[in-house]
């Protein structure tokens, strides 16, 4: 697992519109990273540090058909996305939950 101990500090910004006036700002924890990245443009996932609010990074999923069945089961609001993280980074995010269980500093 790769894991990144220095926290970054995301502005939250609503996805169309204009910013609102109390932006809500994010100290989020890099927990792991797809082990396959060949660049930038990577699956992820990070935790928010103050709230325990996961944060993952995928391929937004576009296929209609794909995008019908989730919105069948959970419903995808219009500030949502779906994406995809690949099957090869599951035992990633299964021990980095475990770690995170154990972590005190985060709710």
């Known amino acids: 697992m790769t894991a990144y101990p220095n926290p970054f500090t995301l502005a939250m910004r609503p996805q169309c519109g ?5 932006e809500e ?25 103050e709230t325990g609010d996961l944060a993952f990074v995928g391929e937004t999923i576009t296929d209609p058909d794909a995008l019908t069945q989730l919105s069948a089961s959970s419903g995808i ?4 996305t779906a994406i995809l993280i690949p099957a090869r980074m599951r035992k ?16």
């Open 77 to 80: 609001k219009e500030s949502e």
């Open 25 to 49: 700002i994010m100290r989020l924890r890099f927990l792991v990273v797809d082990p396959n990245t060949q660049g930038d443009d990577c699956p992820a996932m990070q935790v928010n540090e």
């Open 18 to 22: 204009t910013p609102k006036a109390s």
């Open 92 to 107: 990633l995010i299964l021990e980095a939950l475990r770690e995170l269980e154990d972590d005190p500093t985060i709710p």
